[in-house]
């Protein structure tokens, strides 16, 4: 038995002696915030890619009228082909949200990120996405065209239409 003591206080001791390596990421520096931005832009990819196999929009398949996002997958697919005018075609604001995107990572890398993540900004773009949905949504009622157009198929089109007129 006290053999088996002796042992266990050797090891002990041994471990003490040595120095501990501790991986510390901060948060704070450059190449963990670049290598959060690249994990955010993969599970970006792989979401449009699972979204253009299995999703349809809701909005679309139940009232026929296009949501005011209607169309953004497809453009950020016509984007990643750089196919500009497709991605203009089916949703022009998708420009505007790959700029804030970039004016966000930029501000995110050079620690800024604060400046420009506020609540007033999230309301100017929703304000311009509902002016953009309307002007859609016009622009088919009256001329009858677009990228994203009616479902004539989903089960309340004919009382959206009946309301359009």
Known sequence: MPILRRRALRFNNMNMSRKKVVLNLNPDSFWARLGILAAGAALFTAGLFLLSLFWRCPARALLGIPCPGCGMTTAFFCLWHLDLTGAWLYHPLVFLLLGCGAV?????????????????????LLIIFMAFWGWRLYRLAVWGEGAVGFNADAPFFPVIRGIIG
């Open 104 to 124: 966000w990572a930029v501000a995110y890398l050079r620690g800024q990120w604060r400046a420009v993540a506020r609540p007033m900004w999230g309301v100017v």
